[in-house]
């Protein structure tokens, strides 16, 4: 029979090394979530085909792995957690305490094509703040992002967090006579800009509004685009003449004064060229990017304050964000940020044939303290070979038992602890080193 092939495309196999470090991402996420009080919280891989085909956007249902399953029910795997989050939200709104702060960590899955950054199965860090409309509340989420990618030792010089508005582009859509159902096409085509020629998105405007208003529309992308102070942005709503735009412009101070107050206004880029693909999005949105080199994004996220009430139909309003574990992955090993191996055994034990027994015993009681023990499983061999293991396993002690002639140590119930980092030894009791070895650094 021919050897399998390996995994499919866009699919990843872990090694322990690859586990190692995906633990690691996944644990300081988990740790600064908790800094900012959210709880933790999961939902299933398999999911009803419509929870994504309408709620996520014409985008995400491109890219659904879906199937009927063997009692012909439509389902798909899930591409993101927003929609799940927000049905289960949903469920218990009544009973939850507002505001409501969940995170999750859990893989995904799109059909994409597959190329550096985009994977067909990822593994997203989401965190969401719900039942809060206050400015304050975007403020919360867009600190915790900025304060998990700070967290892996990532600063101003890696990432900008390029932040942008659709309550702004739907009040300025508005003042040019444009529909809300007509934004919605608008929006997805202005999100698609910076990746389609300029021909294909003035075809796609011109089907939505007259031409005109489409060569309108194409000049203002890009003159909202230059626009990357506050300042800037009240000069173009002014002289464009919208009133709902310039009040909304007051709640991005309010943002601003937030950020600044928390020392983290200089990681934030203005682009209201950043729309994001995903349909429910409502206010303010923003996309983590990695600073020169593909500036990929890392995270995206925004408010979407329809979407709970969508699915479950109590009002909700909310905002959050997900981080993707592929790109963060790829800037750490590139900025050499990723942890080296992580060493899994605090004892190697050593022992000749007389004291097999004796070690054997310690090895569980230390086990049962907490600490991760080794020795060898092959019989009869030198102290110094097993010693060399030890090293190779990178133990922090090794504990001799027996080996007379090497160590000198003679009684019954003593030892030899070794400190593999000084290299110094000491004779001490098999009582004292049990009693000492849950505390041993
Ligand atoms: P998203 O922008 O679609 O947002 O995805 C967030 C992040 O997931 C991206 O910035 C990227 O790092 C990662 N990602 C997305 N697709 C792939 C892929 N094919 N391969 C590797 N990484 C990928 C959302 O999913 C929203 N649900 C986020 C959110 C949470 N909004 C509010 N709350």
Redesign the pocket.
Known sequence: MAPMGGALL?FREFYPEDCALRQYIFETFRSVASTFGFEEFDGPILEPLELFAEK?GPE?AE?LFHFEDRGGRSVAMR?????T?ARMVGARAAALRRPIRWFSVGE?F?Y?R?QK??????Y?M???LLGESAIGADGE?IAALIASLKAFGLNEKDFRLRLSDRQLWRHFLASRGVSDDGAAGILNTIDKMGREPESVSREKLCSIVSTPVAEELLRSVKELSQCTTLGALGAFFRSNGHGAAMDRLREWEELFNILTAMELAQFISIDLSVV???A??TGFVF??FECGGES?????????DNLVKKLAGTDMP???????????GNLLREKNLLPRGVCNCDFWLAFDDVNKFIALRCANLIRQKGRSVLYSLVEHLSLTKQLKFADRAGARFAVLFGFQDETGCSGENLCVLKDMRTGNSRTISINSLLEECACLT
């Not at 591409?79 to 929609?83: A, F, L, N, V």
């Not at 950054?117 to 990822?122: E, M, P, W, Y």
């Open positions: 866009g996520s995400i890219q591409p993101e957690m927003t929609p989050l995904q799109r994409e597959p950054g985009r994977l067909r199965a990822f997203q989401n965190l969401d989420v994001r693909g995903l429910y999005y996309e983590a990929r994004a890392l995270a995206g996220g925004g408010r979407y909310a905002c959050g964000f997900a981080i993707g574990d592929v790109t963060l």
